[in-house]
């Protein structure tokens, strides 16, 4: 196995893999984004994450969401956390089946160096925002917001103030005929995974 | 005087609070987070907040989804 970890990591610049393997990221949320933030996160070989959620794998989760038909039922982290160990065995995986609220966000998060939000409803994204940013005005704290939809690739970016980042379009809202969509949601999941990778490693060449 | 708003200019007066910036600009999305210069503004403080001169805010819609 060791083989394997070092051939896994070879082809990485080899000033990020300390970082990398010291790194502790949280996920609230693994639906969408958060279960689409795991995989890519776990690709890179991060050393920790700690993913909450408090919900089971329904057959509507399927069309964009990291889970597989034989899973429906499953709590969605232990579906998450059995998925991401077929990749690679080398992050640490810290699973909590719990609905995320301003109780909780500091004991199950408090260690991680960067909160990713993985929300879906508008109102526990800015409970989330509020109480991290309270908690830990310097901890970084990576949203999704406008995800919904098809096209429009361009009007996706990262818009950062102070330690938050905002990943989506900020625009396009969940009505009628307009739903989250797998190209879309991979997207602003990946560019969340992405920008926190971009401030770990900040300054490194 | 002029305060930031998502990057676009706009009058200053005193004592205003961050309730008067979503009514001027009219933002009507329901869920908000606020950052004036980098500080969050919570929900609750939003009536009582005092925006400085030549302060940075950012509206961010939080939009449902994910």
Not at chain 1, 33 to 51: D, K, P, Y
Not at chain 1, 145 to 155: E, H, I, P, T, Y
Request: positive net charge; proline residues 4%; charged residues 20%.
């Amino acid at each position: 196995m060791q083989a394997i970890k070092d051939q896994f990591f070879s082809r990485h610049n080899p000033r990020f893999i300390p970082i990398l393997r010291h790194a502790r990221i949280g996920i609230a949320g693994a639906g969408g984004l958060g279960s689409n933030v795991a995989v890519t996160l776990v690709r890179t070989g991060i050393g920790a994450l700690v993913i909450a959620d408090f919900d089971r794998v329904e057959a509507s989760n399927l069309n964009r969401q990291q889970f597989f038909l034989s899973q429906l039922g499953e709590t969605k982290v232990d579906a998450l956390k059995s998925n991401l160990e077929k990749i690679h065995p080398f992050t640490l995986l810290e699973m909590h089946q719990i609905r995320i609220n301003e109780e909780n966000v500091v004991p199950i998060f408090g260690q991680c160096d960067i909160l990713i939000e993985a929300f879906d409803t508008a109102e526990s994204k800015e409970m989330l925002i509020e109480t991290w940013c309270s908690a830990f005005p310097k901890k970084p704290i990576i949203v999704g917001s406008g995800l919904a939809g098809v096209g429009n690739n361009n009007a996706l970016k990262t818009r950062q103030s102070g330690t938050l980042y905002i990943c989506g379009d900020e625009t396009t809202q969940l009505q009628g005929r307009i739903s989250p969509m797998a190209p879309r949601v991979g997207i602003v999941a990946n560019m969340q995974a992405n920008c926190a990778l971009e401030i770990l490693f900040k300054g490194i060449q | 005087m002029n305060i930031m708003v998502n990057g676009e200019s706009m009058a200053w007066q005193p004592g205003m609070k961050v309730r008067d910036i979503l009514n001027i600009r009219n933002y009507t999305f329901k869920m908000l987070v606020i950052k004036v210069n980098g500080t969050l503004v919570k929900r609750a403080q939003w009536d009582s907040y005092r925006i400085p001169e030549h302060a940075e805010v950012s509206v961010i819609h939080l939009i449902s989804g994910g």
